[in-house]
């Protein structure tokens, strides 16, 4: 089974901080993404990455940066949280393209 | 502009009640169509892919089809597990780097 890790189910971060979300997967796939879910907004793509080192932005980057040093981990970082950025983060993985993404479970963050 | 809207919002069936979800989107040529399900504090979960007009695909009680301007997810005589949140995404043809998500439908099923 594809297992897509999230490195914490609940965060709470003050405004300004510098944040770090950690998404591992265990499947060797290429592909790796992020994005946030919100209600009645669904899923937005922030950032995707489909090489070590390789990165792209995705429809909501403005905030937000990613580092893909190792094939398995990708990380998204807040540089500095506001509570607009207060949401679900869901990390996701495939061996080819967008297609038939295998998700984690998840990090519901919290600004305040 | 580049769109995927699902209705209703929510759904109430009896168990057995069949019914279907739709998927509606506008984009500049469709590459793929993509169906999954969300259960409460849990990612998504990966059901369908469609990539032409007139592809069908089936799981179970779950029956996708797709037209050149929206998708149904049929459901035939659901059963109270198959309440959850279904997620429909699209990826457009000319732009490899998009990726557009519904905001879903939330389907409960009373036994």
């Known amino acids: 089974d594809v297992k897509v890790t999230q490195s914490s189910r609940y965060l709470v971060k003050r405004t300004g901080e510098k944040v770090f979300l950690e998404c591992v997967q265990d499947?060797?796939?290429?592909?790796m993404f992020w994005y946030r879910q919100d209600p009645g907004l669904g899923l937005r793509l922030i950032y995707f990455?489909?090489?070590?080192?390789?990165?792209e932005k995705g429809d909501i980057p403005e905030g937000y940066s990613v580092s893909r040093e190792k094939k398995e981990r990708f990380s998204l970082i807040l540089e500095s949280a506001s509570t607009n950025q207060t949401s679900m983060y869901l990390c996701?993985?495939?061996?080819?393209?967008?297609?038939?993404?295998?998700f984690g479970p998840g990090t519901r963050l919290t600004v305040t | 502009e580049d769109q995927v809207t699902q209705s209703p919002e929510a759904l109430r069936l009896q168990e057995g009640e069949s019914s279907s979800l739709n998927c509606s989107y506008t984009?500049?040529?469709?590459?793929?169509l993509f169906w999954y399900r969300q259960d409460p504090g849990k990612g998504p979960e990966f059901l369908f892919t469609?990539?032409?007009a007139g592809e069908e695909k089936e799981k179970e009680r779950l029956k996708a089809t797709l037209t050149k301007k929206e998708s149904f997810l049929h459901i035939t005589a659901p059963k109270p597990e198959d309440s959850a949140t279904y997620l429909c995404?699209?990826?457009?043809?000319?732009?490899?780097?998009?990726?557009?998500f519904g905001s879903g439908t939330k389907l409960n099923v009373k036994p």
């Open positions: 990455s489909y090489d070590v080192k390789m990165k």
């Open positions: 499947m060797d796939h290429e592909n």
């Open positions: 995404a699209v990826q457009p043809l000319y732009n490899f780097n998009k990726f557009y």
């Open positions: 996701a993985s495939t061996s080819g393209g967008f297609d038939e993404q295998y």
């Open positions: 984009v500049s040529g469709l590459r793929g």
């Open positions: 469609l990539y032409s």
